[in-house]
């Protein structure tokens, strides 16, 4: 149980488009969805929280503009990266916590997206 | 601000050895939680083990235990009897109730040699 899908797992566009990357939580509902990005041999950094039917909460730095984040279920949400250039070309991961639990229950993580922006 | 070390970039073990990675953290919270991840190849993010804060004793999880030392804030892992599996970036990670959300470390990577 507890699986996350995440897609596409792999992605290449050009610069100027922009990109959608889904997280979908299988067989639960999730109330907060975490976006993370990873750079090539780093750690994960936290993007934004988002959180069912409002706004998500974007970490210091993040574009929210650029970021664009939606939690509209509470087995999906939505990364779109606008106006993709090739410095936003990262390891993209979600992470989901399940609507029953506390805030200090495992996340359950996404496979990951690798976008490449040309 | 909470930040999560991990003063390792690389460790080395041989198979059906024990190693540990270390890992240290800054807080002035009392009721937080400490993980370790593990992530390998496939970028997969996986669940080693868990310690609360709250709790004396040291969690364990088959070949995996943690050294909690609450007062020197620190939180190492030992993996012991080491497989060819084991083989992957390791991620320390803390969280607390205030901000609900995980905070890495810079991760180790680990390799089992034959």
């Known amino acids: 149980g507890a699986v996350v899908s995440q897609h596409p797992s792999w992605v290449i566009c050009k610069s100027g488009t922009s990109v959608k990357i889904e997280c979908r939580s299988l067989?639960?509902?999730?109330?907060?969805m975490f976006w993370y990005r990873q750079f090539p041999k780093q750690s994960l950094m936290l993007m934004a929280t988002?959180?069912?039917?409002?706004?998500?909460?974007?970490e210091q730095g993040v574009e929210k503009d650029k970021f664009l984040i939606n939690h509209a279920s509470l087995t999906l949400s939505t990364l779109t990266v606008t106006s993709a250039h090739p410095e936003d070309s990262s390891f993209y991961i979600c992470?989901?916590?399940?609507?029953?639990?506390?805030?200090?229950?495992?996340?359950?993580f996404g496979n990951g997206t690798r976008l490449t922006v040309t | 601000a909470q930040t999560v070390t991990q003063s390792q970039p690389e460790m080395s073990v041989q198979e059906a050895e024990t190693v540990t990675l270390s890992c240290t953290y800054d807080?002035?919270?009392?009721?937080?939680?400490l993980f370790w991840y593990k992530q390998p190849p496939s970028r997969q993010m996986i669940l080693v083990i868990r310690?609360?804060?709250?709790?004396?004793q040291n969690a364990t999880e088959n070949r995996f235990s943690v050294n909690f030392q609450k007062a020197a804030k620190s939180f190492s892992l030992k993996i012991s009897d080491s497989q060819l599996g084991d083989a992957a970036m390791y991620f320390c990670?803390?969280?607390?109730?205030?901000?609900?959300?995980?905070?890495f470390g810079t991760g180790t990577r680990l390799q089992v040699t034959l």
């Open positions: 992470s989901a916590r399940a609507l029953q639990g506390s805030y200090n229950s495992p996340l359950h």
């Open positions: 067989d639960f509902q999730a109330t907060t």
């Open positions: 988002s959180n069912e039917g409002s706004k998500a909460t974007y």
């Open positions: 807080t002035s919270e009392s009721d937080y939680y």
């Open positions: 310690q609360e804060a709250y709790k004396q």
């Open positions: 990670a803390y969280l607390a109730g205030t901000a609900s959300k995980l905070t």
